[in-house]
């Protein structure tokens, strides 16, 4: 009996391998392949015979009487389309360090046949040279999902370039939050938490953070922060502090860019045809930056004191051009 049940997973894999709708092999082909891997000896009935049991174990495989060729695995855990997507997603993601993007591009396409594997690694891609290079990125992510789940604060260093590029800590002594979710935003991972001294969420880098230690101090989540995405769809570049509703008078040109930002649940009063107004909500640290940054195509209305702030930097940077 195990023998047999050995004999059908080595069909199986000889097919995950070396088959596809573009590799169709013959039942000869699938005998080699047994000879040459596994020192398998089987029969063309026995193939036949484990081909019919895994696809009634559910396994999609095409036989010769469907395609008239043989034998090849239709069901893979991700499409062809969804492979590349992954694949080149995980490449250019800039939080994945190094490293760990070569380990998840692997995973994912041992899932697909060499041929599928030969072809995406054929592709010339351009090395991102902002990949984070911190090892312990995913210890952290199990870290804090860790702490979130027993409702216990963590300790952890915090890091930050010198004039050398090498990483260092920002400050000797370690910093203790209470870990509330994590959120994928501006092509970065964020921790939402809260200091243990202070009332106010805070957002820390999760590239940034080393040496997490999970303690014995308790905490309860607030009820502010279950729907990660809807707090953090208003904080602008992840910027803290508390939010406030703010009128902006914008070029259509950067509709686009408005919508990207704050949703289309926003609304668009027309001014005329170059300029709409809308109210948005942000922290003001997160729109003083972002209106700089479209300091040519937005018009911070109100409230009067950020417009004020934003005045002052204006100001500021004329001076320094002078």
Known sequence: MEEKKGSLLCVLEILREYSDENNILTCEQIIQY???????????????RNIEMLNGYGYDIS????NGKGY?????????????????????????PTNNTKELIEKILSTQSKYLR????NNRYIDNHLK???KQFFLNIEMINEAIKSKKSIKFHYMKYDKNKEMVKRRNELYEVYPYCMVYMNEKTYMVCKNVNYDNFSHYRLDRIKDI????????????????????KNKIYMYGGNEVKITLKCDYKILDDILDFFGKSISIRNIDENYFETDVESSEQGMIYFALQYLNFIEVVSPFELRNKIKEYIYSGLEKYK
């Open 213 to 232: 230690k999970i303690t014995e101090k308790k905490f309860q989540l607030p009820k502010s922060i279950e729907e990660p995405y809807e707090y953090a």
């Open 63 to 66: 036989i010769h009487r469907e």
């Open 72 to 96: 090849y695995l239709v069901d893979r855990l991700f499409e062809k389309s969804e492979v590349f997507l992954l694949c080149n997603a995980i490449y250019s993601s800039n939080f994945i």
């Open 34 to 48: 047994l000879r040459l891997k596994y020192h398998l000896e089987l029969d063309r009935r026995t193939i036949y």
């Open 118 to 121: 030969k072809e995406f690694n």
């Open 132 to 134: 984070i290079e911190n």
